[in-house]
């Protein structure tokens, strides 16, 4: 008997890793969606007896999914395969209805894992060989370089969730290819009205090399010395140590993520603190002098219920690109 199977996911390297992952063995029709709500349309049509969920996605998002599951009272069986692994995370969709809880990069093993703890198959004959499930989907660079920042972004957030035992706020990563007036363009976007201090952290491995900087609104020390249970003052060395302490977390734990995906060594210069409580604009322009065109990565990260606010850009030189793409590549096929 065929299976359908629905898989919801913004990212179309994602979803094509979710298909593969599928036992080969196993007789399944299946549907993708882009986005929560042409998820629930797919289910309202009947299809998806097992619904492979993501959870950061534009329009409607994998919590509401689940929401709207659970309201309509649907019957598909949940697996949230998503990069954002905070303790929390897994404690909310698991409450939502969720049947499990996979973290990207997905693969095989896991799937088989699941399957045969909840007995989800048994072994058929498959109507579609495992490479006719993906044929018609195609992945672009970007689509790579936006699944690879989502799951380093994830595994910096579970780091400081876990740090600071509060829940991680995360956007989906924003992509582009700038030249340097496009960049500056694009920073005065990215900037607000606060003051803010800066983090810049050079990496260089594999032919690929770039610049990582934190921008940290100067609203945010006081809610971070709190969670970290800071008592005193906060001076300017306090809230210099706190900067250093974040900018480590986000950037080192971000940049592992990416080079393990990669399969890549960064070696890390030495963290500099830039100019202190200047305009954001200000603070970005300064460092960008030496960028003619970059590969930019924006991650911002928020606190849920705290005035924590930073920015986290990953910029590529344009040297890098061609062996990003060539690591890219390997994924992607």
């Known amino acids: 008997m065929t299976t359908s199977v629905l898989i919801c996911d913004d990212s179309s390297l994602a979803r094509k890793q979710m ?41 409607m998002d994998g919590y509401e999914v689940l929401t709207a599951i659970r309201e309509q009272q649907l019957s598909t069986m949940v697996v949230v395969v998503s990069g ?28 088989q894992d699941i399957f045969h703890k909840y007995g989800i ?34 595994r910096a957030a579970d780091l400081l969730a876990r740090l600071l035992n509060v829940f991680v706020i995360l956007p989906i990563p924003n992509i582009n290819m700038f030249e340097k007036s496009e960049l500056q363009m694009a920073l005065r976007d990215i900037a607000d009205n606060d003051n803010v201090s800066g983090v810049c952290q050079g990496f260089i491995g594999s032919g690929i090399a770039g610049e990582a900087l934190l921008i ?23 809230q210099l140590e706190l900067l250093m302490d974040i900018s480590s977390i986000l950037i080192g734990s971000c940049l592992k993520g990416i080079a393990d995906q990669l399969d890549v060594n960064f070696s890390q210069g030495h963290p500099i603190v830039l100019d202190r409580h200047i305009k954001a604009f ?34 590529f030189t344009e040297d890098s690109i061609p062996s990003l793409n060539q690591k890219i590549s390997y994924l992607v096929d």
Not at 216 to 223: E, T
Not at 287 to 311: F, H, P, R
């Open 216 to 238: 940290f609104s100067d609203s945010s020390f006081d809610d971070i010395a709190e969670l970290m249970k800071f008592e005193g003052e906060i001076d300017e060395s306090v």
């Open 84 to 111: 954002d692994i905070q303790p929390e995370a897994y404690d909310r969709v698991i409450a939502l209805g969720a049947l499990d809880f996979v973290k990207k990069p997905v693969d095989s093993t896991q799937i």
């Open 121 to 154: 198959y048994g072994k058929s004959s498959p109507n579609q060989p495992v490479e006719q499930r993906v044929s018609n989907l195609e992945v672009n660079y970007e689509d790579g370089y936006q699944e690879v920042a989502n799951i380093a972004m994830g």
């Open 19 to 59: 298909a593969r992952s599928l036992p080969v063995d196993w007789d399944v029709d299946i549907s993708f969606a882009v986005n929560g709500l042409e998820g629930m349309k797919v289910l309202s049509e009947g299809k998806g007896d097992i619904l492979f969920l993501d959870l950061n996605m534009p329009e």
């Open 282 to 315: 200000d603070l970005l322009n300064q460092n960008m002098s030496q960028l003619n065109k970059t590969l930019a990565i924006e991650i911002e990260y928020k606190i849920e219920n705290k005035s924590i606010d930073c920015e986290l850009l990953l910029l």
